[in-house]
């Protein structure tokens, strides 16, 4: 794979992440769009492959805006992006120094779109080949990677650094090895990451990432509600549905849902709830409607009933030590 060239063949992380990406560009090209990110566009904006899943986004959701009568659909993606930047900015607003660690960060553009400040460093977490796709095509479009110089990109922040970590493994000796201070407060973003983990190892890791955080630090994260995790499991294995083999292949990666007591979870795990809110909640207040996924109607007209509604939580969270009972 070459640096300049985001055609090429990709591998499933990397086309993972700019499915998610394409999701996003097609959203901003709506005339009032949730989020705009002008970074992502140059970086993948080329690809074939990005281009055909962009233009079937905009598709579907026209086709959507149509079928209910509402003037925006939107992704979840560019949603949960969005919510996760006003989280950030309204943190930057009370601290002039902390760090902020985006994990599974796929194509994340924050340090290049979100003014941060010198005080704040980011750090980028994901897998070999995403760090090394996502560093190539920055350096293609003359994206800021260190503090120097002049670039059509400019870091808004102190620092970037991408590190490729597995998540699952000893991990955290790697991270704090290489950059994070323990004595300044942290912002961990888990954006579409713990429901590819078992609950074993996301809880593993929310007590890791608590374990290493300053009291005042945050973390702000999505998982999948227990309904639409269990929904989508049967959902593939009852194969009652017409629907294509990525739609089956990308449920089938679903390891976990969040449990139906998330504050008591979080609390097991070393963190607070701040704030719990269902994604489509977060749409309803930025004056869109949630877009549907292929075959979620079905989905939804048989296993509501039984299982409740299915979505999406976003939760905010502060570090609390944990008590043992003794």
């Not at 566009?41 to 990005?50: C, L, R, T």
């Not at 055909?52 to 209910?68: F, G, K, R, S, V």
């Not at 992006?81 to 994340?108: K, N, P």
């Amino acid at each position: 794979m070459t640096a300049t060239d985001p055609s090429q063949k990709l591998t499933a992380v990397a086309q993972t992440a700019m499915l998610v990406a394409a999701a996003r560009l097609a959203e901003a090209r709506h005339d009032n769009p949730v989020l705009k990110d002008e970074l992502l566009e140059v970086m993948i904006g080329s690809s074939k492959e990005v281009i055909a899943a962009m233009n079937q986004c905009i598709e579907e959701t026209q086709q959507q805006e149509a079928e209910d009568g509402v003037k925006h659909v939107a992704s979840f993606t560019s949603v949960r992006m969005r919510f996760g930047d006003e989280q950030l900015l309204q943190f930057r607003a009370s601290h002039d120094t902390f760090q902020v660690i985006i994990l599974g960060a796929g194509l994340d553009t924050r340090p290049w779109r979100l003014n941060l400040g010198p005080g704040v460093n980011v750090i980028d977490i994901d897998q070999k080949d995403m760090t090394e796709f996502k560093r190539a095509r920055l350096l293609a479009v003359d994206a800021q990677l260190l503090p120097v110089g002049a670039h059509r990109f400019p870091l808004r922040c102190g620092a970037w650094k991408g590190l490729p970590l597995d998540l699952t493994g000893s991990w955290l000796p790697s991270l704090m090895q290489s950059w994070p201070s323990t004595d300044v407060p942290s912002v961990w973003v888990a954006e579409g990451l713990f429901y590819y983990m078992d609950e074993e190892a996301g809880s593993a890791l929310l007590k890791s990432m608590a374990s290493v955080s300053t009291p005042d630090s945050m973390l702000i994260m999505t998982h999948l509600n227990h309904a639409l995790f269990s929904a989508s499991q049967r959902f593939v294995a009852d194969r009652e549905f017409p629907t294509d083999e990525k739609i089956q292949s990308f449920y089938s990666t679903w390891k976990s849902g969040m449990p139906e007591d998330v504050s008591g979870h979080l609390a097991s795990c070393g963190w607070r709830v701040k704030s719990q809110q269902l994604m489509s909640d977060i749409h309803k207040e930025y004056g869109v409607t949630l877009a549907r996924w292929k075959n979620t109607t079905e989905m939804r007209r048989k296993y509501e009933p039984e299982l409740g509604t299915l979505d999406y939580w976003v939760v905010v969270a502060s570090p609390e030590p944990v008590v043992h009972e003794i």
